[in-house]
């Protein structure tokens, strides 16, 4: 992982969060919050606070790391992405968007999350629905995409044939090629899929094989 790489950017923040005391919050607020305020213009820290559902003091240290990392401005006129801020999430090795229910999908709110080239560290998936379960899910199944096939391990080696609607969803979504993993999450509320497909993902981008 080249020393500015996103994800190794992404680590970088995971582990300033991990090792603060007395926060409110977790990791994947920091993310959503960037996520949001690229999507949001304008945003100010009341609505901020409210869509990412903690407190306006946690809003404000939340606001402090991306300044201290110079990804956001705070003006006025509300929060900003710099510079620096949109190039990491144009080059995010993480993307997510919400998915319908289907066949393979474990709830009624689901959400995928593709991250770029790291097929090489899934084992049976078994790994990444346990670290979304940790997080708040209710389940997670992992795809990867080998030979231009959609392939769930253990499962079936052709998305195509055995869940269609998804496997149509998922290309037409995110155009994956090969070496790319989808992380299907899922649970009562698409925050809480969100925070359970964000966390499997991070987990391997951060791990080195």
Do not use: C
């Amino acid at each position: 992982m080249p020393a500015n790489s996103p994800g190794k950017l992404l680590v970088s923040l995971f582990r300033e969060v991990e090792e603060m005391k007395g926060i409110r919050f977790s990791f994947v607020h920091v993310w959503r919050a960037l996520m949001l305020i690229s999507r949001e213009k304008p945003l100010g820290r009341k609505r901020l606070s409210l869509l990412l559902g903690v407190g306006e003091g946690s809003t404000r240290t939340i606001l402090k790391i991306l300044r201290k990392h110079n990804l956001i401005r705070v003006t006025r006129g509300g929060i900003f992405l710099t510079r620096t801020g949109e190039q990491l999430v144009k080059q995010m090795p993480i993307k997510v968007e919400k998915v319908e229910p289907s066949r393979l999908t474990v709830a009624s709110k689901n959400v995928a999350v593709l991250v770029k080239g790291v097929a090489h560290k899934v084992r049976y998936g078994i790994e990444q629905r346990d670290h979304a379960v940790r997080a708040g899910a209710k389940g997670a199944t992992t795809i990867v995409v080998k030979a231009g096939k959609l392939v769930v391990p253990g499962i079936t080696n052709d998305l195509e044939k055995d869940d269609p609607k998804l496997a149509r969803e998922l290309v037409l979504t995110f155009k994956p090629e090969d070496g790319d993993v989808i992380i299907v999450s899922g649970a009562d509320d698409y925050v809480k899929a969100e925070e359970g497909g964000f966390m499997a993902a991070y987990e391997l981008v951060k791990v080195e094989k």
